[in-house]
């Protein structure tokens, strides 16, 4: 299905829609409103009819879309076709071999015909013909400031287009923009994106790099703006295979951008200036710290003629947008991984596992090693290569993404024998690891047929083990607060315990916990504060967060302590600071449900840690 017209018109008729006509402010009421109704299970697009900024005395005539990708349908909806059929095409056109029959011939003709539409139309006409300026700056636009923690306004669906100096190269990448005033706005191009390559060549010949941001238009562009393909190879292509049409991109200040986006940001880069950027509540549901990055000096701003629309997201803790898009490219990514890896059966990177954080993948094991080179290769294949945590399973195991069946699977086949622990480079969000950019990766080894027998357990009930561990440790300077276990059946059994780390470092003392090994084999240890030990959803988010295999793990053969709590600088090894998690502002949430927009519901909000 091609989703041509009004995008509204669009949602709309497919009841995706939810529209709001009341005043609501940029600064946190209209994401405080977009983070409650994506947590619903069945959220809906919400479209702001009147976005005001109440500090600054502003009213805007451009509407605010918030929760696009608000579901698995609605995603597909934006592909025009299954997920599963983009990454079924992408396999076969890997595969390719010349047709030996008759029809085989014509069946290959009508494929690569096809890829006649992969490439982008490139139209010889100008931003200026098809937009008109818009009479503002960009504190004119309804852009929002999402966390009360947060550095000020960002963009945060933001197209960034740009090219080599060259020309021969073109990329489209989503990053953050932050608005620092009406004329510039921060660049968080993370050191290992394609754009930053490409700054760094403007650099070194001492030139302005020309920059046009994209807002709105075709979701799907935004989508692909988020692809992790190598660098070289434009996204665009990937939107043209997908559709089954080019691109209609024209000229943006000497970048080509798509025809039918809503707003366009045009400006330099100019590489002697750069500014603190951040605090920003982001991705991972932690703040990320301030950071020098570049600058963008905007010079034009465009909009369509007919009612322009600011597109917006909101990242924080899960589940969240970015857990359909996520899903998507790990879906799209399967067969281009399995060139590198083509014994990959499937891999599945759980929304609350902090997408790179943990990893599952589940292969067929063709020798001795197999599983430890996969994991290697993981943490060397691009972006794929900032994963944590890998854990592989055999052929024989369940769905990945039946989680209770797999969590089970993987800690019945689990032993010491089977870890491997290494050092490698980590995306620039993560906050866990001793320093920036590098740190602990894990990489468990369950492919085995068979089950581990390991030496039986005394399994005691949650508050004998509690009374025990309380007892145990009240000499110990870690004051522990509750304890649940789960998979008690299994050859592994885990014990999620509540502490207060007393601001002495929990490190020197993993080995105590070794005390409970009778009863236990797997100790998770989280702070008290902002944790509960029955939501085993928002733990497991919490310690792919804070864990770094290289600190946080003690292994004392089949006994493991994982700490999942929060680091201190200087005393727990870590050499920077440690932020804050993300939360909501309660006055404000409790305003929206008095007014009704909202429903004030302390289950979900405690089920998602929002305030
Ligand atoms: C909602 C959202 C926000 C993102 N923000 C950033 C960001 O601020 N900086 C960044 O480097 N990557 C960010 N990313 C990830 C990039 O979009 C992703 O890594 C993409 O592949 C980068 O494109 P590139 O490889 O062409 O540079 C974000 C992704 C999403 C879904």
Same mark, same amino acid.
């Given at each position: ?481 509750? %304890? @649940? ?10 014990? $999620? +315990?509540? /502490? !207060?780390?007393?601001? =002495?470092?929990?490190?020197?003392? %993993? @080995? ?10 797997? $100790? +998770?240890? /989280? !702070?008290?504060?902002? =944790? ?25 053969? =089949? ?53």
């Amino acid at each position: 299905m091609k989703i041509s017209g009004d995008l509204i018109e669009f949602l709309r008729t497919k009841n995706y829609l939810r529209e709001i006509d009341v005043e609501l402010d940029i600064n946190l009421e209209i994401p405080h409103i977009a983070y409650l109704e994506i947590k619903k299970a069945e959220p809906k697009v919400l479209l702001f009819n009147k976005p005001v900024d109440r500090l600054a005395g502003k009213n805007f005539d451009i509407p605010v879309l918030m929760n696009l990708f608000s579901s698995y349908k609605i995603t597909e909806d934006f592909f025009g076709r299954t997920v599963e059929s983009v990454a079924n095409e992408i396999e076969k056109f890997i595969k390719l071999k010349p047709p030996t029959s008759f029809i085989g011939k014509l069946e290959f003709l009508k494929d690569i015909f096809k890829l006649k539409n992969v490439l982008p139309n490139r139209q010889s006409k100008n931003i200026s013909d098809t937009h008109v300026r818009f009479d503002g700056h960009l504190t004119d636009l309804p852009i929002l400031k999402t966390w009360s923690g947060d550095g000020g306004k960002f963009i945060t669906m933001g197209q960034t287009y740009a090219h080599s100096p060259d020309g021969s190269v073109s990329n489209v990448g989503m990053y953050r923009l932050q608005v620092f005033d009406g004329k510039t706005l921060g660049m968080h191009w993370q050191i290992h994106k394609d754009t930053n390559i490409f700054f760094q060549e403007y650099k070194k010949l001492g030139i302005k790099m020309p920059v046009s941001i994209g807002i709105g238009g075709d979701p799907l562009y935004t989508w692909v703006a988020t692809a992790p393909l190598p660098h070289g190879i434009n996204e665009m292509l990937l939107y043209g295979f997908i559709k089954n049409y080019n691109a209609k991109l024209i000229n943006s200040n000497s970048n080509y951008v798509p025809a039918d986006l809503d707003i366009v940001i045009e400006g330099f880069v100019d590489p002697l200036k750069s500014r603190i950027e951040g605090p920003f509540g982001d991705h991972t549901g932690y703040y990320t710290l301030p950071e020098e990055y570049p600058i963008l000096e905007v010079t034009n701003i465009y909009i369509k003629k007919n009612k322009p629309i600011y597109y917006a997201t909101v990242v924080g803790k899960p589940p969240l947008e970015d857990k359909y898009m996520g899903w998507a490219t790990e879906r799209v990514f399967l067969p281009l991984l399995r060139t590198t890896a083509p014994d990959l059966i499937d891999y599945a990177m759980p929304e609350n596992g902090v997408f790179h954080n943990l990893i599952l993948g589940k292969m067929r094991v063709r020798y001795l090693g197999h599983p430890q080179q996969f994991m290697h290769t993981f943490w060397g294949v691009g972006q794929m290569s900032f994963v944590k945590n890998a854990i592989f399973v055999g052929e024989n195991s369940p769905d990945l993404k039946d989680y209770p069946a797999i969590t089970r699977h993987i800690l019945n086949r689990l032993t010491y024998k089977n870890i491997m622990i290494s050092i490698g480079t980590l995306d620039a969000l993560d906050h866990s690891s001793p320093n920036a950019l590098l740190g602990g990766k894990l990489g468990i080894d369950a492919t085995s047929f068979d089950e581990v027998k390991l030496n039986k357990l005394e399994i005691l009930t949650d508050d004998i083990l509690l009374t025990k561990a309380i007892n145990i440790f009240n000499s110990k300077d870690v004051q522990i607060f509750d %304890l @649940k276990q789960y998979f008690k059946d299994t050859q592994n059994p885990i014990t $999620i +315990i509540t /502490v !207060d780390k007393n601001r =002495n470092s929990l490190q020197t003392k %993993l @080995k105590y916990f070794a005390i409970l090994k009778a009863f236990s084999r797997i $100790i +998770i240890i /989280v !702070d008290n504060f902002g =944790n509960n030990v029955n939501n085993i959803y928002m733990i497991l988010w919490r310690v792919a967060n804070n864990f770094d295999a290289q600190r946080d793990l003690y292994i004392e053969q =089949n006994f493991y302590v994982v700490d999942g709590t929060n680091k201190l600088r200087d005393i727990d090894d870590l050499n920077r600071e440690w932020p804050d998690d993300v939360t909501c502002d309660k006055e404000i949430l409790l305003k929206l449900h008095k007014n009704g927009i909202i429903d004030y519901d302390m289950a979900t909000i405690e089920k998602f840690q929002i305030i």
